[in-house]
């Protein structure tokens, strides 16, 4: 059974750290690990709730669609 607290950790472990420290989390990577936790998110529902819930990661996606990339920035200046 979902339980709607797991969905942040969920988010946290779709999280892509790349070598310069930049973070991303893609839509897919993020229903995937909702799947392992008995969610069943289109792509659309998935960013929905990032929109919403994560106000520190915008989006860079490179093409139109819900298969979309974001990236953790800071609104103060630094990056």
Request: hydrophobic letters at 35%.
């Amino acid at each position: 059974m979902p339980r709607d607290y797991e969905i942040p950790s969920a988010f946290k472990n779709a999280i892509k750290v790349a070598g310069n420290g930049r973070r991303t989390v893609s839509t897919i990577d993020f229903v995937n690990e909702l799947k392992t936790i008995n969610f069943d998110w289109s792509l659309r529902e998935a960013n929905v709730w990032i929109e919403h819930y994560q106000s520190c990661f915008k989006d860079v996606s490179t093409e139109e669609g819900d298969r979309r990339t974001f990236m953790l920035f800071n609104p103060n200046g630094g990056g």
